[in-house]
């Protein structure tokens, strides 16, 4: 179990250096391209990270009212709210704010900034199908995205995510409207032509690069905090049940989005049967349940 978190820590720092180096390829390329220079991206980044700072701050209460969660007190649903706090105990963690969603499908999500402005929302779906200890490795699971920092991490990365699509469509539209250099030395000229079309070439692949980055990092995570759910309840067994049981059911979420569809344990959006092929993978927000699975009873 600590090898996996180990490993998963290591791959997903290698990715957001990856992806702080592709948004900075993406800015030498607007410069390079542009009669604006730096003026202009340095106008995208305030406007990118003064989005992002709302998301960061009112994020969380965006989610929750979009799944329709309800905030629950410790008499509304004892047995849930004690498996968190005896969860929370031993993790040596803040108990987040407990909400359920009323919805039939097995699922359940955390969110919130730092663990002191965290929550936690589960379907009334996944409390009644789900036997004690299963429901206990999916709460132990979203614990941990809290714990690890993950929510944080994934604002970081949409972050960057958005920084990259608006100076991608922003340097199209300048292009498009005739806002490209011209050089007047024949020499220089064709240095500088080179160096556009590779220039033309990241801005117009980099939004696909960094949606697939994303993905990558939210798989990575998935992983993460399966393992450090494992650490909670010592039973890999009871998550890797819950996941089977959330691959079969048949129910989806009836209030679901893009946006918000890597939160939850499982992709709201997630096929029916097994997921196969490497490019629905590729542009999935979560690993295969199977390969999960797998993992969860390969840890000993």
Same mark, same amino acid.
């Given at each position: 179990?600590?090898?996996?978190?180990?490993?998963?820590?290591? &791959?997903?720092?290698?990715?957001?250096?990856?992806?702080?180096?592709?948004?900075?390829?993406?800015?030498?390329?607007?410069?390079?391209?542009?009669?604006?220079?730096?003026?202009?991206?340095?106008?995208? #980044?305030?406007?990118?990270?003064?989005?992002?700072?709302?998301?960061?701050?009112?994020?969380?209460?965006?989610?929750?009212?979009?799944?329709?969660?309800?905030?629950?007190?410790?008499?509304?649903?004892?047995?849930?709210?004690?498996?968190?706090?005896?969860?929370?105990?031993?993790?040596?963690?803040?108990?987040?704010?407990?909400?359920?969603?009323?919805?039939?499908?097995?699922?359940?999500?955390?969110?919130?900034?730092?663990?002191?402005?965290?929550?936690?929302?589960?379907?009334?779906?996944?409390?009644?199908?789900?036997?004690?200890?299963?429901?206990?490795?999916?709460?132990?699971?979203?614990?941990?995205?809290?714990?690890?920092?993950?929510?944080? #991490?994934?604002?970081?990365?949409?972050?960057?995510?958005?920084?990259?699509?608006?100076?991608?469509?922003?340097? #199209? &539209?300048?292009?498009?409207?005739?806002?490209?250099?011209?050089?007047?030395? &024949?020499?220089?000229?064709?240095?500088?032509?080179?160096?556009?079309?590779?220039?033309?070439?990241?801005?117009?692949?980099?939004?696909?690069?960094?949606?697939?980055?994303?993905?990558?990092?939210?798989?990575?995570?998935?992983? #993460?905090?399966?393992?450090?759910?494992?650490?909670?309840?010592?039973?890999?067994?009871?998550?890797?049940?819950?996941?089977?049981?959330?691959?079969?059911?048949?129910?989806?979420?009836?209030?679901?989005?893009?946006?918000?569809?890597?939160?939850?344990?499982? !992709?709201?959006?997630?096929?029916?049967?097994? !997921?196969?092929?490497?490019?629905?993978?590729?542009?999935?927000?979560?690993?295969?349940?199977?390969?999960?699975?797998?993992?969860?009873?390969?840890?000993?």
């Amino acid at each position: 179990m600590y090898s996996q978190i180990t490993a998963n820590k290591r &791959r997903s720092i290698i990715l957001i250096i990856i992806f702080i180096a592709l948004a900075a390829g993406v800015g030498w390329a607007f410069s390079l391209y542009t009669d604006f220079g730096y003026g202009a991206l340095v106008f995208a #980044l305030i406007f990118s990270f003064g989005t992002a700072l709302f998301g960061y701050y009112k994020g969380d209460a965006v989610a929750l009212a979009s799944s329709g969660a309800k905030k629950i007190k410790k008499e509304d649903n004892p047995y849930v709210y004690r498996m968190v706090e005896n969860l929370c105990i031993t993790a040596g963690m803040q108990v987040p704010k407990v909400h359920i969603i009323d919805d039939s499908a097995i699922n359940a999500f955390a969110t919130g900034r730092d663990p002191k402005h965290a929550s936690i929302a589960v379907t009334t779906g996944a409390i009644q199908k789900l036997e004690n200890e299963e429901l206990e490795g999916v709460i132990a699971h979203e614990l941990s995205h809290i714990k690890n920092y993950d929510i944080r #991490l994934m604002t970081l990365v949409i972050i960057l995510v958005g920084v990259i699509a608006l100076l991608a469509d922003w340097f #199209l &539209r300048i292009q498009f409207w005739g806002g490209g250099r011209r050089s007047s030395n &024949r020499e220089g000229g064709q240095a500088q032509a080179i160096f556009m079309i590779i220039g033309l070439a990241l801005i117009i692949l980099s939004p696909i690069i960094a949606q697939l980055i994303k993905f990558a990092v939210s798989r990575k995570r998935e992983f #993460l905090a399966d393992a450090s759910g494992v650490m909670l309840t010592r039973y890999p067994e009871g998550l890797a049940r819950a996941l089977e049981k959330i691959g079969k059911d048949s129910a989806r979420l009836k209030r679901r989005n893009h946006a918000t569809a890597h939160l939850f344990i499982s !992709s709201p959006f997630k096929p029916k049967g097994k !997921s196969k092929g490497r490019i629905r993978k590729l542009f999935s927000t979560h690993p295969p349940v199977e390969e999960r699975v797998a993992t969860l009873r390969g840890m000993a």
